[in-house]
Structure formats: C-alpha cells, structure tokens
C-alpha cells in the first residue's frame, strides 16, 4: 500500500470517482483541499515545473473556458502568478507520493504506470465528468 497526498477541489465528482479509484486500487489517500492549500511558487512548482505551462491549467476552470486565460501563450512567471492568485486555474488533482514523488492531473495510464492501478479499474478521464460540471467555490483565497 501506497500512501498518497491527494489535492482535490471539495464536492467535485471526478476527484471524488479518481480518489475512489485509488482507495480501490489499496492505496491509502490523503485528502486536501486544492483551493485552501497556502500554495507559494517554489511548491507549486515542485508538481509544475516539467511540465509545458499549458499543461498547469484546468481546461474546465471558467476562466480558460471563457478565454480569458489562455495559457498556450503564457510564460512561466506569468502562468505562475495566475495559478498562485487563482487556484481554480490549477490542474487537478495534485498528488505526492510517500517518497516525494508527484503527479499532476488524473490521466489512467500515468497514474497507472506511476502509482499503480487495480487492474480492473475503471478508466477515467480528468477533473469532473463531461456529463455534469463541478460547484464552483466563490471564496477562493
């Protein structure tokens, strides 16, 4: 058994399926909260930083959707500052492994290959079904 810090956005139903998942999986998770977390850029980043600055976003967040964020055309200190003033705009979930390990997004194969899945294990995709979309949090601090 492995255990895993998870950050997850509260009440949204595709954390809640892959956090599901991972329990079924005989991984013992620890659940945070996305929104709340005292993120700084030097920890974001630990989980962020080999990664495109495209692939930092939530493509579900309203304001990418909208437009009013595009994060192909933003730089790393740009994407940084968006991301830290607005955790809504961070990929989910966020997880950290035992041994300091990270993953960013709930992509199957990666978990898989990262973390190990049950092998009769449901594939999921990111962040919430398309079928029904995530509460928004007005507070986001």
């Not at 810090?5 to 998770?29: D, I």
């Not at 974001?44 to 009013?68: C, H, I, M, Q, T």
């Amino acid at each position: 058994m492995t255990m895993v810090t998870f950050w997850q956005k509260p009440e949204c139903a595709g954390n809640a399926r892959q956090r599901a998942l991972l329990e079924r999986s005989g991984h013992a998770v620890v659940v945070r909260d996305l929104l709340a977390e005292p993120w700084t850029a030097e920890r974001l980043l630990a989980f962020l930083g080999d990664l495109p600055v495209a692939a930092w976003f939530n493509r579900a967040a309203p304001r990418v959707k909208s437009g009013e964020v595009v994060p192909e055309v933003l730089a790393v200190d740009q994407g940084l500052a968006l991301l830290l003033a607005d955790p809504l705009l961070i990929r989910r979930p966020l997880m950290e492994r035992e041994d300091g390990s990270r993953l960013v997004g709930f992509e199957h194969a990666a978990v898989a290959a990262w973390i190990g899945l049950a092998e009769d294990a449901e594939v999921l995709g990111e962040g919430c079904a398309a079928s029904q979309s995530c509460p928004v949090t007005e507070d986001v601090a």
